[in-house]
């Protein structure tokens, strides 16, 4: 049986995070040229249920109650957009009833015109929004969103959720060079953020390897200048940069193996990380990788001169 709970991982957001894997390979209303999981396979915006709540509340619970670490988060952040799990707000107040650690959303923002939608993301603590344009044809090209969605409804509705939502809102920017990464379309992110209620506005550039092998990050100047932009629209206390790695700080419970394959599916590893998390179980990182390679349940990609290791996508999920 596949685990839909990972970690907990670093995240340069929310620190030790619980993972909850609670879309399967990869469901998704984008396709983004930048996403680290690679293409979506399936792209799709109806809402259903992908696994049944009591499956992961009691790997949920099963976790937390084995772990000896600290857990900073729970955080719903799977192999696609989790809001299309029409069960996305029973899984909250499921995870609420056994826990206080507070629970995050990691969300492409893409269904937030939705009333459903905002409802269910009201039950998190904390919200992260993915804003990387506002112009209709950067959008198409850095997000390459479903053919039914429109950008206007998607602002319109993250703007509504801001002022409805009484959490922790942070949004995310990825600059991609020569794509989304003009003075103009930074700018009007800036605009269009400063009339939100967020906390923390991050911008991001790829750091592991994206679905497109030319995408590349955009150049320092870049972002330095979305940086000042941003801090004087925002305010500076409220601008970070990601740019960096999270750390090797990566945690499982149960069988190893099941545990470091279900952290590559959604967050690909340094192969040096992999080799650390690995050693902490005894094993011999090269030969359980070389092992894992041939059983092709994984893949190794190089991005600027780093290798990575992510899981394989095409597995069967059950």
Known sequence: MVRLVFGPVPSR???????INNIPPKHCTYSCIYCQIGRTTHL???RREFYPVERIISQVEETINRLSVKIDFITVVPDGEPTLDVNLGHLAEEIKNITTIPLAVISNSSLLWREDVREDLLLFDLVSLKIDAIDQGIWKLVNRPHPKLVLERILDGISVFSHDYKGKIITE?????????????????ASFLSNLRIDKAY?????????????KPADEDKVLFAHEIFSERIGRDKVELLTHYEGALFHGVGDPIDSFLSIISVHPMRIDYAYKFLEKFGLDPEETLKG?????????KDYKGIKFVLRRIGREYS
């Open 44 to 46: 799709e915006i109806n």
């Open 13 to 19: 957001r929310l620190g030790q995070s619980l993972g």
């Open 292 to 300: 894992l390679l041939k059983e092709k349940k994984i893949v190794v």
């Open 203 to 215: 911008i991001a550039v790829p750091t592991r390897p994206p679905a497109e092998k030319w995408v």
């Open 173 to 189: 920017t990825m600059l991609v060079k020569n794509i989304n990464d003009s003075r103009e379309n930074i700018i009007g992110i």
